[in-house]
């Protein structure tokens, strides 16, 4: 595979460990990439050095200009976001994910404890990532509870070290010479024997002081046998600088404390191997510990803090000593007395590996690749123009409608492969164009990065050299060589005459006299009969094009002079085809979407293979363009094929959109809606209720006929009114077969939603999105409110709808669709409620429902909102007709009351704002209570102001019901701060 990691923080190459210290992060991603790349992929790894290269097999590169706008280095940007490649692993970074990469899985590996202050950042990239990698099991749980990430998406890829580094000599100690200033003067010296070391190497301010401070543990050691050696920060930062500048003091004024300084990874394993023990007497949370393991590879003991990850780190090792603080403090007393009363000789263990840990990541990744359905795999492949891949997935017509329509495509669009009728194939399609008005001629190709890198190679060629251009077009490359290059001799080849004709004429208007163009067949038999031996051959977006292209590349080959020859090829990457796929049908050309994994495997293999990206900027799918540019000397043997069950196990698809909908009499609407919501989904799935007496089924059989490339499921409902609304949307569930489902109604348009969405569905934590749904109305003219319900969620998840009416969807009743986000760029624009007539005319409908709802789901949230607010909508209604049910009134007043308060108790703040409204008129009209108006806001990091808080206002049938509500909002948003993590 090919995995892109970027490691902000400290500078460093493959080379810097040799000589310098590392923090913990830069360490991990130097032996992750390193390992990875031992096990046979290709890393690349952005950081701060500008001294770029390989080491260890793992490409280096400089991550670029940090700016605002590019967080993570203008240079991994611009790559990460134009170059495809299979996994990006992002350190640390909280805005690592905000861009859409060109990667199919994207890692975000943490390193630290979450703060509070990082939760928005944190929080809002996470519709980008696959996976989060925390260190520890206690990291995670850390993170799950300060970020409020579900621990599904949330990985353990521990620390490790290198085994290898402690398989060295001891450095030999020396005893610290100690001298006075009277010593200095009498000329005499102590020195100060130790048999007992112990050394200190995490960073300085986690627990040093403990350790060097007045009346700390070495001070009170200093007539024992034991020495400690402590192990320097080469990395200071300003704000840390005094408190360093003071330990580096008390290390130098302590006569058993010797201070080594900054050490080289090799001279901190040598110290380590020469120690007895590792001390870390601490009160810093650690996420993981890595001194600890490599205490443990040196066969030192460890005499720790019991805090954070250190049991889990140490967890089984007879040669560790862990000391719970003391009312939150260091026991010093405790550790000194471990120190002092050693009872275990330790030995070295080997519990921790990166072999071990990059499997494990790897694993992870092997994991979500296997999520990929069949039938969006499918889609994919053909979506990305990828025939061969699509057949070797050999599905069966039978398994959803969404994969029968995807067959239909294949078997019609892509018919004149296996027919191989190529050549009558590409005259149709020529002829689609130009009837378009689109009209192939000269044009000017020199400005782009594809031509440049191939103008490149060309430049290269001795005078005299001949170039073969096969499969020319209309001469948009050879012309335009030819004409830059007139030292050197072009032959343009290809199948289409009337390519040629148009070439040709380009070429005799340029008055070119270099060049030659030359009509193939197309069949390899005419390509060796046809094509002469040349210096140099060209097949610029070709090999996609044929079925046999391993063929089609050791044929041309052939036409090689000589070793010293060379060929180029450049292949598309990206959907360049689907972009137009709605609107030209079944008219298809391409058969490969070749990766640079498929070009490795088929050509990796011949002489001086090099392959680069050239990008093109960006589909309408929000994928990368672009081409892979080819080059390799003569071949000596042939070319090879391409693993298709790796590629299905490394293709992280496309995801897919159902929609479903439940309809009736809907034909004044039907085809509104559904022509605003087709370009968006790959399936339609409708239930008909039976009581429908207009067209909508013959409009919904029109629609279907004259939609390619749109499965769609038609079935047929009991009568809604008797049913209820779950039940039928539950109905069409179960026939929905992609990755997401769309709920809509009749009534309803989708605005906007190609564009801004399709980046956005894609593995992440959210198994759902709220869209904003404007309701319009022309009594009173223009948006009676906007609303945000959850319209788009994922199947397979056990989602289903709830309630008689006003249903929504959930995994469990009052559950909700666990985390969801907001979908901007996607709206819903709802004219249903058009008049105070048809709103009313609903409220009549809904009413026996909403009746029903409360009876089979008493505890339903929404349910008792919806009541609630149809008790107050019923009253309010009365008081208008002047037709108030007095008798009835005291007792509805009250049931909406108490709704209101177990909403409150039920602590959902949403909905219980959302029924203030309907809570107050109800208690306007029971008289008797109170106006109250306020705004809450509160946190433990002094930022609770007030500015831009919404204001709360209400009419309160008891005071007491305003200020439980006000304390409520209040705690609300301080439950869940623990102000260790500010």
């Known amino acids: ?300 003991v460890i005499i720790a803090s019991d805090l954070a990850a250190l049991p889990e780190t140490c967890a089984g090792d007879e040669d560790t000593v862990l000391i719970p603080l003391k009312d939150g403090k260091v026991d010093i007393d405790k550790f000194i007395a471990s120190i002092l009363e050693p009872t275990i000789v330790a030995s070295s263990r080997q519990r921790y590996s990166w072999r071990a840990s990059a499997e494990s990541l790897l694993d992870e990744v092997q994991g979500i690749f296997a999520s990929a359905q069949p039938s969006s795999l499918a889609h994919h492949f053909l979506r990305h123009s990828d025939i061969k891949a699509f057949e070797s997935l050999k599905l069966s017509p039978d398994v959803s409608a969404f994969v029968t329509e995807l067959l239909t495509e294949y078997n019609v669009a892509y018919r004149f492969y296996r027919e191989g009728t190529y050549e009558q194939q590409y005259k149709e399609v020529y002829q689609y164009e130009e009837d378009r008005g689109v009209h192939y001629g000269p044009e000017d190709v020199t400005g782009t990065s594809r031509y440049q890198c191939v103008a490149n190679k060309v430049g290269e060629l001795p005078a005299g050299s001949r170039v073969l251009d096969y499969g020319c077009a209309h001469g948009h490359y050879v012309v335009m060589l030819a004409k830059q290059f007139p030292h050197l001799v072009f032959v343009g080849a290809d199948i289409a005459q009337s390519n040629l004709d148009k070439a040709a004429k380009w070429a005799a208007d340029e008055g070119l006299t270099n060049i030659d163009f030359l009509k193939v067949d197309g069949t390899l038999a005419a390509i060796r009969d046809a094509c002469p031996l040349s210096d140099f051959i060209i097949a610029a977006e070709v090999i996609e094009h044929v079925g046999d292209s391993q063929g089609y590349v050791d044929t041309l080959a052939d036409c090689l002079r000589n070793a010293q020859s060379k060929m180029v090829i450049t292949t598309p990457y990206g959907p360049w085809e689907a972009q137009g796929y709605r609107e030209q049908g079944y008219r298809r050309a391409h058969l490969h979407h070749f990766e640079r994994a498929d070009l490795q495997e088929m050509l990796g293999h011949h002489p001086d293979y090099k392959v680069v990206a050239a990008p093109s900027g960006q589909s309408r799918f929000h994928a990368p363009l672009g081409s892979y540019i080819v080059s390799f000397s003569k071949p000596t043997e042939p070319s090879r094929a391409i693993n298709y069950t790796r590629k299905v196990m490394q293709t992280m698809p496309d995801q897919t959109v159902s929609c479903c909908m439940i309809v009736k009499d809907a034909e004044q609407d039907i085809v509104r809606c559904l022509r605003s919501v087709l370009p968006f989904v790959q399936e339609v799935v409708v239930g008909v209720d039976r009581a429908t007496r207009d067209a909508t089924l013959e409009l919904l059989r029109i629609l279907e006929r004259t939609n390619l490339l749109v499965a769609f499921r038609i079935i047929d409902l009991e009568p809604v009114q008797e049913t209820g609304f779950a039940a039928a949307r539950n109905a069409t569930l179960r026939y929905a077969s992609c990755d997401w489902i769309l709920w809509i109604d009749s009534d309803e348009v989708l605005s906007n939603a190609e564009h801004p969405t399709s980046r956005l569905l894609r593995n992440s934590m959210y198994n759902g999105f709220a869209v904003r749904q404007h309701h319009f109305s022309t009594d009173p003219v223009g948006i009676i409110k906007v609303d945000m319900p959850c319209r788009l969620f994922r199947n397979r998840k056990g989602i289903q709808f709830f309630g008689a009416v006003h249903e929504h969807p959930e995994l469990k009743l009052n559950e909700g669709l666990g985390p969801v986000s907001l979908m901007s760029g996607m709206e819903i624009v709802h004219h249903g409620y058009a008049n105070e007539q048809v709103r009313r005319k609903r409220f009549d409908r809904n009413l026996p429902l909403l009746k029903r709802d409360r009876e089979e789901l008493p505890e339903r949230l929404l349910g008792k909102f919806l009541w609630l607010r149809d008790l107050a909508q019923l009253t309010q209604y009365e008081l208008e007709d002047n037709c108030l049910d007095r008798d009835a009134l005291p007792q509805r007043i009250e049931e909406g009351i108490n709704l209101w308060l177990e909403l409150l108790a039920a602590k959902n703040y949403r909905i219980i704002l959302d029924a203030l409204p309907y809570y107050s008129q109800l208690a306007i009209i029971k008289g008797g209570g109170v106006d109250f108006s306020f705004v809450v806001n509160a946190n433990w990091m002094g930022e609770a102001k007030l500015e831009g808080v919404p204001k709360v206002e209400g009419y309160f049938a008891d005071k007491a019901h305003a200020f439980a509500l006000m304390n409520g909002l209040a705690e609300d948003k301080l439950l869940e701060l623990d102000r260790r993590y500010l």
């Open 1 to 300: 595979m090919y995995l892109v990691m970027h490691c902000g923080g400290l500078s460093f190459n493959g080379d810097t460990i040799k000589t310098k210290s590392l923090g913990g992060s830069e360490s991990a991603a130097y032996y992750m990439a390193r390992e990875l790349a031992k096990l046979g992929h290709s890393v690349t790894l952005f950081t701060e050095a500008q001294e770029t290269g390989t080491f260890d097999g793992v490409k280096y590169e400089w991550m670029g200009n940090v700016s605002n706008d590019t967080p993570l280095g203008d240079r991994f940007t611009f790559y990460a976001e134009n170059t495809p490649h299979d996994v990006c692993i992002i350190q640390r970074h909280p805005r690592a994910f905000e861009r859409k990469w060109a990667s199919k899985i994207n890692l975000w590996w943490l390193h630290d404890l979450a703060t509070y202050h990082n939760k928005d950042l944190a929080v809002g990239h996470m519709w980008n990532v696959d996976k989060v990698l925390c260190v520890s099991e206690y990291h995670k749980a850390q993170v799950v509870k300060v970020y409020g990430l579900p621990a599904d998406i949330i990985a353990v890829v521990r620390n490790a070290i290198d085994m290898a580094t402690y398989a060295i000599e001891p450095m030999v100690l020396q005893d610290k010479v100690v001298s006075t200033k009277r010593e200095l003067e009498e000329g005499t010296i102590v020195t100060l024997p130790a048999t007992y070391h112990l050394f200190y190497s995490s960073r300085p301010e986690r627990g040093l002081i403990n350790l060097v401070k007045p009346d700390g543990i070495m001070e009170r050691l200093k007539n024992k046998n034991v020495h400690l050696h402590v192990c320097g920060y080469e990395n200071t930062t300003p704000q840390m600088e005094a408190e360093y500048r003071y330990l580096w003091a008390r290390c130098a004024e302590l006569p058993n404390v010797m201070n080594h300084g900054a050490l080289s990874k090799q001279d901190l394993a040598a110290l380590q191997n020469a120690c007895d023990a590792w001390v870390y007497p601490t009160e810093f949370e650690e996420a993981s510990c890595i001194t600890a393991m490599e205490a443990m590879a040196a066969g030192c």
